[in-house]
């Protein structure tokens, strides 16, 4: 944050109306300064729906989000986040998603100050606690990226303190941004209450949901990382002051206490319309425009899942970067990924007398969770089982899946809707599903366990999506199996490529650094079809050799998509180095950088 200076832009623009429409009758945007704006109710509304452009969008879930690079993944190339799965990051002298929340914190920030000197006749109560839930996900994000940075709450200027301030701790950001969260649910309206045209906006649901994932975060992270990436704050680091072991127990009950009031709001449901798009509702729920995105004709208008999200339409907001492309090529799942799916019979594979091995190309797809079928099959032939000589293995990032999450509906095919960037599929942050699954978790994490009564009202909803029977405490005692390991598989796979879910999850479980380790494969070879088959596989395409690795059915050789030696994640990759621009005597670097 020091030595950024910011600048407010004139134009605050409205959720998708153009520019020039907010200004009509108002003073000539050439003159509208800091000085003269926020002194109508209605310049606070519009500057509260510009800040929704400061959220995760399309373009950002391409680079540090969706699970590029990590172990879930199957592709990788130099650069980014499949560098950062590695642990290869280095610091660098800018790094934008420093420099941009600033920016977006310093416009927060003043239209809070002109909020305490308002003293117009309409309420804005509700503008200003849309404000801070804003300050408060913008912070959120420079804490997990980089731990402690300097909480600045008001608008800054050249002789600012704040600009040669040291880092405050993460506990200390924490708990402003909780805070700011409970202002923010105070204040704003219930889902219920928000009119059709304004959804999308926030509501004390969201604002309920963002503050458990908060809590959930913090109080694992202070469970399994402690003050490990804290740094002494003399040396490196921003120090660990506000650590406070005792609030993890509180922490953990307050998530449970959020989630419940969601879950039983009446608000939300999950979207499950198996029955009209051939058990496909994992697929079509996360590429929704008009009725024509989808064999059911079922349009955004049918989605109660979501609570927050980046909101996108086709005439005022596309996506506007390369989506179905980027998520064809680079989401293709890991061997890990592929075999962390269920049998139908709600067992792992290695346990299941339903799976049928890897011989076929389609044996393994059998008697699966239908998330796999929604996520792993061709876009250009959703849900059909890729068949033996359909996936020729020929080179390069071609290790044996397709990726069809988040996809345009037959992307680049017959019947295409949507050509590339311009999708315009709203963007989950937050949905009931990863509601279901923060209760549980912070359940099991106080107790130890959840009841039969508590897995029906949670975990077990998402299972009956995939297709899976329900599980109980007498179900997983008679099948070897914990509740631990099923919580975090339902992560894994239902939060698939969101919200860098897998990252934030290994890191804050304190298992990044063996997790991430890990050698990465594809598809097996040993025992199947493709050994010693040229028509379907030419071994000298690859960089690796096949590797031997713990399969559905044994130790087998699988393609070998990046070895564990080139793998050297660490503590120290926990967070992202400060950019360098900012560092000096006061302002410390992250430890290892």
């Not at 399309?58 to 989000?65: K, L």
């Not at 061709?378 to 899946?401: I, K, M």
């Not at 890990?518 to 000298?540: K, Q, R, S």
């Amino acid at each position: 944050m020091k030595k950024i200076i910011y600048t407010i832009i004139p134009c605050i623009l409205t959720l998708f109306t153009a520019c020039e429409d907010d200004f009509i009758d108002l003073t000539p945007p050439a003159s509208i300064t800091d000085n003269v704006y926020y002194n109508e109710a209605e310049h606070f509304l519009t500057g509260t729906n510009r800040f929704y452009t400061n959220l995760m969008g399309w373009r950002d879930d391409q680079g540090i989000f969706s699970d590029h690079g990590s172990d879930l993944v199957g592709y990788f190339e130099e650069g980014g986040m499949q560098e950062y799965g590695r642990g290869q990051t280095l610091s660098e002298l800018n790094d934008d998603y420093y420099t941009d929340t600033y920016e977006a914190l310093r416009d927060i920030n003043l239209l809070l100050e002109r909020a305490e000197a308002y003293n117009g006749e309409d309420s804005i109560a509700e503008y200003v606690a849309a404000a801070k839930f804003h300050r408060a996900w913008q912070y959120f994000f420079l804490v997990q990226r980089f731990g402690g940075v300097t909480i600045v709450t008001k608008p800054l200027d050249v002789n600012s303190a704040e600009l040669s301030a040291p880092r405050n701790s993460r506990y200390e950001v924490v708990a402003q941004i909780i805070a700011d969260l409970d202002a923010a649910i105070a204040g704003l309206p219930n889902e219920a209450n928000i009119a059709s045209e304004d959804k999308g906006k926030f509501s004390k649901e969201a604002a309920m949901a963002f503050k458990a994932d908060v809590l959930l975060h913090e109080a694992t992270w202070m469970k399994y990382v402690g003050t490990t990436t804290d740094g002494d704050g003399v040396n490196s680091g921003a120090g660990s002051a506000g650590f406070d072991a005792s609030k993890i127990t509180p922490y953990l009950q307050e998530v449970v206490t959020l989630t419940e009031a969601v879950m039983n709001s009446g608000t939300f449901e999950l979207w499950n319309h198996n029955d009209v798009l051939n058990d496909l509702s994992s697929n079509f729920l996360f590429n929704l425009e008009g009725a024509d995105s989808n064999p059911g004709g079922l349009d955004k208008a049918t989605n109660k899942e979501f609570i927050l999200y980046g909101k996108y339409d086709f005439t005022f907001r596309q996506a506007g970067v390369l989506v179905s492309h980027v998520y064809n090529g680079r989401l293709r799942p890991s061997r890990k990924m592929m075999d962390l799916f269920l049998c139908s019979d709600g067992l792992p594979i290695n346990e299941s007398p339903l799976f049928q091995g890897y011989f076929n190309t389609q044996d393994e797809f059998q008697n699966r969770d239908k998330r796999m079928k929604a996520y792993f099959t061709s876009h250009l032939n959703l849900g059909n089982v890729p068949q033996t000589g359909d996936v020729v293995l020929n080179g390069t990032n071609n290790f044996g899946y397709f990726n069809s999450k988040f996809m345009s509906w037959n992307w680049d095919g017959p019947g295409a809707i949507r050509a590339t960037m311009t999708e315009s599929y709203d963007l989950p942050l937050l949905r009931l599903a990863e509601v279901y699954l923060m209760y549980a978790e912070a359940l099991y994490e106080l107790n130890g366990s959840l009841t039969d009564t508590q897995m029906d009202a949670s975990i077990n909803l998402i299972k009956e999506r995939a297709g899976l029977p329900a599980i109980s405490n007498a179900f997983l005692a008679a099948n070897n199996m914990d509740i631990e390991t099923e919580i975090k598989r339902e992560r894994a796979i239902e939060l698939y490529a969101e919200s860098a879910s897998r990252y934030t999850d290994l890191r804050r479980w304190g298992v990044a650094e063996q997790e991430l380790g890990e050698a990465v494969y594809g598809a097996v070879i040993e025992g199947t079809v493709y050994e010693g088959n040229a028509a379907l596989y030419t071994p000298g395409s690859y960089s690796y050799a096949p590797e031997a690795t713990t399969t559905g059915v044994g130790e087998r050789e699988c393609l070998l998509i990046q070895p564990a030696s080139t793998r050297n994640f660490s503590r120290d990759n926990y967070l992202f180095p400060i950019p360098t621009s900012q560092v000096d005597e006061t302002f410390l670097q992250n430890p290892g950088y």
